[in-house]
Every structure is written in C-alpha cells, then in structure tokens.
C-alpha cells in the first residue's frame, strides 16, 4: 500500500503542475491580448488634450505644418517617434489623422490613396486640396508643390462620415504648410530670423 500512496502522491503533484502550468499559459495569454488591445489607446489618451479655442497645432514634431483645431476638439500625438497628429471631433464619432509630407500635393495624394474619383479645388487659405470619400473613408492632401499635409478621416462604427463634411472643410482649410500659424519665436531665443 505505501507504494501505491507514493503513486497517487506523484500523480496529484504531477496534476497539480500541470494545472498550475496550465493557468499560467491562460494568463500570459490574457495579459499579452491586454497589452496588444487596451494598453496602446491607453497611452494614446495619456497624451490627449481637448483644445478650449481655435489652435494652430504642429502636426510633426519640428515640422513646419500645423493645422489650426476648433475649439471642442480633441489632439493626440502619437507615441514612439510617429509624426502622425490625431483629432477626435468633440462627440467623439470622426477621427483625423495628419502627416505632413515633403512631396507636392499630386505626389503625397498618390501616395496616400488610389481611389478613383477624387477631386482638387483650391480653398480659402490659398492651398489647393485634392480629396476623396471612398470605402467610407476620406482621404486628402492639402498644400503646394513644395510639400502637402496628408489628411484621412474615418467615423467611428455606427456613425456616419457624410455628416462631417463641414467639419473636414474646415480642418482641410486650417491646414499651413510654411509654418505661418506657428507661434513667433520669444525674444532673445536665439531662433530669430
């Protein structure tokens, strides 16, 4: 009989193991669907800022181009050296993202979609706009030939884009690209012209 207790003795430490291996395999593969899905947005709204008036934003870090934000709208930077600036309308259904671009308008709209379809007209700001809405996306590139700012909108599930046309116009129509909306340089800074 001591033979078969020392039996079942190894058999339940053995079973024990294995369970215990078992839901610890369960949680790294929680925790890493953790990391992978809710820690990302997480640190992107660490960064957010709603803007309380128009603003005149850098879409890169040292970049030349802004964009000016109304007032309500929400600014993310991204994380980890990405140069993309992100807005959120205030009822949080449409999502912006911005990339300023070294290449002209044609070359920075080519590169950012093929959809057919697209349209250019010049807007208020003087800059010309070459847009799309397609797939329930759009996509634009504003600027001139000496570089652009590529803009791609989408909403959220359930919302419709067609409702944010005013909204798009008037975040295409706030886009610089020379860095004239950036704010002047304080005097004895050293970065006067």
Do not use: C, K
Not at 101 to 123: K, N, Q
């Amino acid at each position: 009989m001591g033979q078969t207790a020392g039996t079942a003795h190894r058999w339940r430490t053995r079973e024990a193991v294995i369970v215990i291996a078992g839901v610890a395999a369960v949680i790294a593969v929680v925790l890493g669907v953790l990391a992978v899905t809710v820690v990302p947005p997480v640190l992107a709204n660490l960064s957010a800022e709603a803007v309380e008036t128009d603003t005149a934003v850098q879409i890169a870090e040292g970049g030349a181009a802004t964009v000016t934000v109304p007032a309500g709208w929400v600014v993310r930077r991204a994380e980890f050296g990405d140069d993309t600036l992100r807005l959120s309308s205030p009822d949080a259904e449409m999502t912006i993202s911005l990339v300023e671009s070294e290449a002209g308008l044609e070359e920075a709209f080519a590169a950012a979609t093929d959809a057919p379809g697209a349209v250019t007209e010049r807007l208020a700001s003087g800059l010309d706009a070459r847009h799309v809405f397609a797939d329930d996306h759009f996509t634009a590139a504003v600027g001139s030939g000496s570089g652009a700012v590529v803009v791609r909108a989408e909403a959220a599930p359930g919302a419709e884009l067609g409702r944010y046309h005013a909204a798009l116009a008037l975040i295409l129509d706030g886009v610089r690209v020379d860095g004239s909306d950036l704010p002047a340089p304080a005097p004895g800074s050293g970065a006067e012209g």
